[in-house]
C-alpha cells in the first residue's frame, strides 16, 4: 500500500497496470480508457461542429445561400437553400466531385425539366407511422417517381447530343446512377388509381369489380322502381312533378301530406321546411335500399383494402424513395450552382495539389487574383428573382454599408490573394475601414464556396486548398448574461478555435489582442500567433499592432499584406498591398470625418513626440517616389500583358491561316476555272442567241437586207467578245502625232473613254485640255488622250455595243470629272473610273492568304492602261491592310486611290 502511494504522489502508473502488456490489462481498464477516449474525442468534434456553425454565420454563408436558393427548380432544393443546408464536401475528392458537377451542369444549353418533382418523405415517413395515404398523396408519389424518371432520359439524351460530350455529362448521370426509380410501385398505383379523376380502378381488384358491378344493377333497379311509383304519384295529384331525390343516404320519393295514403307502410325519411311535403322510401324500395348500403360499405372497405396495399409498397419503399429524393436534391443544387456562376460571371476554383497531398505544382498556397464578394456583387448584377429571402438583400446592403457619412460603394473592388506554400500566418494591418476585414471575410467565404462546389467571382482560375474547418473569430463577443467583456469573448473564443484546429484548418482572427492594454495585447497576440504557426493550415488575422508585422522579420512563415490608403485623396483604395505593412492613419481618418482641427493638430503633435522618426520619415520623399515608382511599374506591366495578349492574337491569326495552305490554293484555282468556264458558256449562249435571232430575221427578209443583219449580227458578236475578253489596250490604226490639233465639230476617239468617239466642242487651250462631247456629256480631257477617229472601221459601232454589254455607259458626271482630274495630272490614260463587273475584285469574307493569292490573280489578269476596283472592306483590317500592302510592291500598279472620300473599303489601282 505504501509503495502504491509512492507511485500516485511521484504520478507514475500503479504497479499492476505495468504487469500487464498493452493488450492484455483487465478489461475494465481498457474499457475505461476507451470510454475517456471516445468522450473526448466526442466532445472536440461537437466543438468543432458548433465552431464551424458560427462561422458560417460570420462569414453570411446563408446570404450567399439564399442568392442560390432564386436559381433552385425544386421545393427541397429552395428550402435547403434558404435554410442555408448546402452540402459541403467533406473531402478534397467531394469538393472536386462537386465542382465537376457544376461545370457539367454549365456546359448543358438547355435547362433540365425538374416539373412534377415533390417532397414526399412526409408522405413516406406517414406511411411507415401506419397512416393510410390518401389517393391524392399516392398520386404524388408516382407522379415524382415518374418525373425522376424524366430526368435521367432528358440527361441520357443530352448525353448523345453530338455538340456535348458524354464526358461532360457523366458526373450528373452519377447522381442518379444507382438509384431505384420504382416503376413496379408507380405501375401498380396507376393501375389502381386514376389520378385525374381522384377515384380507385374497377380494374384494382376483382372483388371491387364485382361490387361495384352489382352495386350498378342494384342501383338501376332502385331507380327504375322509384319512377314508377313517383309517376303513379303525380299522376294521382299528389305531386306537381315526379320527384326521385335521397335522403338520409336513401333514395326515395316526394309525396303531399294529403296524400300519404297513397304509400301505404311507406317510410317517411323527412319532410320539407313547409310541412306540406314529404319524402317517404315505398315499401317497394326498402330492401334495394338495403343493398345499396351494404354494396356501398363493402365497396369502402375494399377500397381501403387497395389503398392500404399501396401504402405498404410506399412504407417498405422507404429508404429508396429517400435516397431518390436527396439525389434529386444533389442534382438540383448542381443546376443551381451553375445558374449562380452564369449569373455572376464565374470563374471554377482549382483545388491545389497540396489538398490530395500531392507534390507542389506550383510556389503558391492561395492563388487568387481580382476575386469580389459575391455580396458585395450583387446590386451591380441583374436582380435575382423574388425568391430570394429578404434576409439575404439587406445582409448584402449592411455588408456594403461604409461607416463614413454621404460615401457609398458603387461595386466591389477586386482583391488579389497569393499566399505561398511555406507561410503559414498572414498578418493584415493598415487603416480602419480600408478593406482588412471584408478582404478576410472574402478569403474564408471563398473557401466555404468551393468545399460547396460553387464558382467564385474571380479572374484566371484561383487556386485554393482545401480546408477541413474553416474558423473565424470576427466581431464583438461581449455578453452581459455570461459576464464577458469584449476583450473577455474575444479571447474566449479563440480559446475555443485554439483547441478545435487541425493542420488542414483555416483560421480567422479579426483585430487580434485589442480591447486591453497595448503592450500586453501585442505580447499575448504574438504568442497566439507563434502557436498557430506550428498547428494549422493557414490563419490570416487583422491588427493595428506594428509590432505584429515584425514577426516576419524572425520567421519566413509568417507574412505581411496592408491596405492601401492613398495619402492625397485621404481615402483607402481598398486595394491589398502583399509584403508590406501599413499604417492605420487615425489622424487623417478623424480629419476627413471632420474632427476641429485643434483635436487634430494636438494629436499630430503628440504623435510627434512618440514616433518622431516613423512619422518623419513616412513624410519623406523616400516613401513618395517608392509609389510613384510603384505606380509606374504597375502601369508598365499592364501595358506589356495587353501588348502580349495583342501580339499572341496576331500569331494565332497567321498561324490558322497559314493551316492548310495548298488547299485553300487549290480551292481558289478551282474556283477561277469554274468562274471561266461558266463565263464561257454565257458567251456561247449569247452569241448562239444572236446567230438564231440571225436566222430567224433572214427567212422574212429580203436580199436587200441581207447585209444589214450580217453587219448588225458581225458587230453584236464582236461586242460581245470583245467585252468578255481581259482589257489589252486599244489598237488605233492612226499613228498618233505629238503635233495633232483637234479642230470643232471634228470626231475623235478618246483614250479615256475606252476609245469611244466623242465631238471636239473646243480646241485644247494653253493647258492642253480639250472639251469634248460625248452623248449629253460634255468633259475636258489632255489633248494627248485623244486621237483622230478611223474612217469606216466601224470600231466606234463596236465599242458603243460592247460598252452597253459591259455596263459602262456614262453613269455619273462624278466618275467623268475625276477621270479628267486624272487624265491632267498624268500622260498615261487610263479607262474611266466606271465600276463594272469586270474590273472588280471582292475580297470581303475572305481568309488574308486567299484574299492575297485572288488579288495577285486578278491584277496579272488587267491589261495596261486599265483600272481595277479591290473591295477589301473595313472589319478587322487585317485583309485591306494586306492588299494596300499588294497593291503598293506589285510591279504592275502604277498608282492607287481610295475609291471615294465616304467609301474606306473599296481601293482603285492603276495598272501600267
Known amino acids: 500500500m505504501n509503495l502504491y502511494n509512492n507511485l500516485i504522489t511521484l504520478n507514475r502508473p500503479p504497479p499492476y497496470l505495468t504487469l500487464y502488456p498493452r493488450y492484455h490489462r483487465p478489461k475494465s481498464i481498457r474499457r475505461l480508457r476507451i470510454s475517456v477516449s471516445s468522450t473526448e474525442s466526442t466532445r472536440r468534434l461537437q466543438l468543432a461542429q458548433s465552431l464551424q456553425s458560427e462561422t458560417l454565420q460570420i462569414l453570411e454563408w446563408p446570404a450567399v445561400c439564399a442568392q442560390l436558393a432564386a436559381f433552385t427548380s425544386t421545393s427541397m432544393g429552395l428550402s435547403a437553400a434558404q435554410s442555408a443546408r448546402i452540402p459541403l464536401g467533406r473531402s478534397p475528392e467531394e469538393s472536386k466531385t462537386l465542382l465537376a458537377q457544376t461545370s457539367a451542369a454549365l456546359a448543358i444549353p438547355r435547362p433540365v425539366d425538374f416539373s412534377g418533382i415533390e417532397d414526399v418523405s412526409a408522405i413516406v415517413d406517414s406511411a411507415v407511422s401506419g397512416n393510410l395515404l390518401t389517393i391524392e398523396e399516392l398520386c404524388l408519389v408516382k407522379r415524382t417517381l415518374r418525373s425522376a424518371r424524366h430526368l435521367v432520359e432528358q440527361l441520357e439524351e443530352y448525353s448523345a447530343d453530338n455538340n456535348i460530350s458524354s464526358e461532360r455529362c457523366s458526373p450528373l448521370l452519377e447522381i442518379l446512377q444507382s438509384c431505384n426509380f420504382l416503376e413496379q410501385m408507380e405501375d401498380k398505383i396507376e393501375f389502381c388509381i386514376d389520378c385525374k379523376f381522384s377515384v380507385v380502378l374497377d380494374r384494382a381488384s376483382e372483388e371491387l369489380e364485382l361490387i361495384r358491378s352489382e352495386r350498378k344493377r342494384n342501383m338501376e333497379n332502385l331507380e327504375s322502381t322509384l319512377k314508377q311509383i313517383a309517376t303513379r304519384i303525380f299522376q294521382a295529384g299528389g305531386i306537381d312533378k315526379p320527384l326521385v331525390t335521397k335522403r338520409r343516404s336513401r333514395m326515395c320519393v316526394a309525396i303531399r301530406v294529403s296524400h300519404r295514403s297513397l304509400l301505404p307502410d311507406g317510410v317517411v325519411l323527412n319532410v320539407s321546411s313547409s310541412g306540406a311535403t314529404y319524402f317517404m322510401e315505398p315499401k317497394e324500395a326498402v330492401y334495394l335500399n338495403n343493398e345499396e348500403v351494404r354494396l356501398l360499405d363493402e365497396e369502402k372497405i375494399e377500397e381501403h383494402v387497395i389503398l392500404s396495399l399501396l401504402t405498404s409498397e410506399v412504407a417498405q419503399s422507404k429508404l429508396e424513395i429517400k435516397y431518390l429524393l436527396d439525389r434529386i436534391l444533389s442534382l438540383d443544387l448542381a443546376f443551381a450552382r451553375a445558374a449562380h456562376a452564369r449569373w455572376m460571371n464565374g470563374v471554377c476554383p482549382v483545388l491545389s495539389s497540396d489538398s490530395f497531398g500531392e507534390s507542389k505544382s506550383s510556389s503558391l498556397l492561395v492563388d487568387i487574383e481580382g476575386i469580389q464578394h459575391p455580396l458585395l456583387l450583387e446590386p451591380s448584377l441583374r436582380k435575382l428573382s423574388d425568391i430570394v429571402a429578404s434576409e439575404s438583400r439587406n445582409s448584402a446592403k449592411m455588408y456594403q454599408r461604409n461607416d463614413f457619412p454621404n460615401s457609398r460603394i458603387i461595386s466591389p473592388v477586386p482583391v488579389d490573394i497569393k499566399i505561398g506554400y511555406d507561410v503559414k500566418v498572414v498578418v493584415i494591418s493598415g487603416p480602419n475601414t480600408g478593406g482588412k476585414t471584408a478582404s478576410m471575410k472574402t478569403l474564408g467565404l471563398a473557401s466555404i464556396m468551393l468545399k460547396a462546389g460553387m464558382y467564385l467571382s474571380a479572374q484566371k482560375n484561383p487556386e485554393l486548398p482545401w480546408f477541413d474547418l474553416i474558423l473565424a473569430d470576427i466581431g464583438d463577443h461581449q455578453s452581459l448574461e455570461q459576464s464577458l467583456s469584449t476583450f473577455s469573448g474575444h479571447i474566449s473564443r479563440l480559446c475555443k478555435i485554439l483547441e478545435a484546429a487541425t493542420e488542414k484548418s483555416l483560421v480567422l482572427i479579426d483585430e487580434i489582442g485589442s480591447g486591453t492594454d497595448p503592450s500586453e495585447g501585442v505580447a499575448l497576440s504574438a504568442s497566439i500567433l507563434k502557436y498557430l504557426v506550428d498547428r494549422v493550415n493557414l490563419a490570416v488575422v487583422t491588427t493595428h499592432f506594428a509590432d505584429l508585422t515584425r514577426l516576419k522579420e524572425k520567421d519566413s512563415r509568417f507574412e505581411n499584406a496592408a491596405m492601401e490608403f492613398s495619402l492625397e485623396t485621404l481615402q483607402p483604395t481598398y486595394r491589398m498591398l502583399w509584403g508590406c505593412t501599413g499604417e492605420s492613419n487615425a489622424i487623417s481618418i478623424a480629419k476627413r470625418i471632420g474632427f476641429d482641427e485643434k483635436i487634430i493638430n494636438r494629436a499630430q503633435t503628440w504623435l510627434n513626440k512618440l514616433t518622431p522618426e516613423k512619422v518623419q520619415g513616412r513624410k519623406g520623399l523616400l516613401y513618395q517616389s517608392l509609389m510613384e515608382e510603384k ?238 476596283f479591290v473591295i477589301h472592306g473595313m472589319g478587322t483590317g487585317v485583309v485591306k491592310e494586306r492588299a494596300l500592302q499588294i497593291l503598293k510592291d506589285h510591279p504592275r500598279v502604277a498608282k492607287f486611290e481610295q475609291e471615294s472620300p465616304m467609301n474606306y473599303g473599296c481601293t482603285v489601282a492603276y495598272i501600267k
Open 631 to 868: 505606380n509606374r511599374l504597375e502601369i508598365q506591366a499592364k501595358q506589356a500583358a495587353s501588348l502580349h495578349s495583342d501580339v499572341m492574337s496576331i500569331y494565332y491569326e497567321i498561324q490558322n491561316e497559314a493551316d492548310d495552305l495548298e488547299g485553300r490554293e487549290a480551292a481558289l484555282k478551282a474556283k477561277a476555272r469554274k468562274e471561266i468556264l461558266q463565263e464561257v458558256n454565257a458567251v456561247k449562249r449569247e452569241i448562239k442567241d444572236i446567230v438564231h435571232e440571225f436566222e430567224n430575221q433572214l427567212r422574212n427578209a429580203d436580199a436587200d437586207k441581207y447585209n444589214l443583219l450580217l453587219k448588225e449580227s458581225e458587230s453584236a458578236i464582236a461586242a460581245i467578245v470583245e467585252g468578255h475578253q481581259p482589257d489589252n489596250g486599244l489598237s488605233i490604226g492612226n499613228t498618233h502625232s505629238s503635233f495633232y490639233e483637234p479642230q470643232p465639230g471634228e470626231q475623235v476617239n478618246v483614250k479615256g473613254l475606252g476609245n469611244k468617239l466623242a465631238t471636239v466642242i473646243e480646241v485644247p487651250g494653253d493647258d492642253d485640255m480639250v472639251l469634248v462631247q460625248y452623248g449629253k456629256v460634255r468633259v475636258r480631257v489632255n489633248k494627248h488622250c485623244i486621237r483622230a477617229a478611223a474612217n469606216g472601221d466601224g470600231g466606234g459601232t463596236a465599242s458603243v455595243s460592247s460598252s452597253k454589254r459591259q455596263g459602262v455607259g456614262v453613269r455619273n458626271l462624278k466618275s467623268l470629272r475625276s477621270f479628267s482630274e486624272t487624265s491632267n495630272s498624268e500622260d498615261v490614260s487610263y479607262g474611266p473610273v466606271f465600276q463594272t463587273s469586270k474590273n472588280t475584285v471582292d475580297l470581303r469574307s475572305m481568309r488574308v492568304e486567299e484574299a492575297a493569292h485572288y488579288l495577285e490573280m486578278a491584277l496579272n489578269l488587267r491589261g495596261p492602261g486599265s483600272v481595277l
